[in-house]
């Protein structure tokens, strides 16, 4: 079993900064993928930024340039860094860790999702 612990968020001005902090714990293999989604009120989850384990990244075209995303492999952490925030940035934010598992005969593809954090940008 996987455990997806999340930290940080909370309430912050619009212009300003928040960082976000995510820590996988239990059988995780060594080549996963960390991520960051997000979800408003009345919208659908949506993809913020995504981490693989040779750290190439992905970030949402509405944070790019504002938001930073970066992991230690060794703690199988991943943090978010989140500056020039936008009331629009208000949303739940949940942190997932996906890989791969099985052998020849089969794969299965395998994610696991933290509880979420809010992050309120107050204008």
């Known amino acids: 079993q996987v455990h997806v612990v999340e930290s940080g968020g909370g309430l912050v001005q619009a212009g300003g900064s928040a960082r976000l902090s995510c820590s996988a714990y239990g059988r995780i293999v060594r080549d996963n993928t960390m991520a960051w989604y997000r979800q408003a009120p009345g919208k659908q989850r949506e993809l913020v930024a995504a981490?693989?384990?040779?750290?190439?990244?992905n970030l949402a075209d509405s944070v790019k340039g504002r938001f930073t995303i970066s992991r230690d492999n060794a703690e199988n952490t991943v943090n978010l860094q989140m500056n020039s925030l936008k009331p629009e940035d208000t949303a739940v934010y949940y942190c997932?860790?996906?890989?791969?598992?099985?052998?020849?005969?089969?794969?299965?593809?395998?994610?696991?999702w933290g509880q979420g954090t809010q992050v309120t940008v107050s204008s």
């Open positions: 981490i693989d384990s040779y750290r190439r990244t």
């Open positions: 997932k860790i996906g890989f791969t598992i099985g052998t020849i005969e089969r794969l299965d593809d395998v994610e696991y």
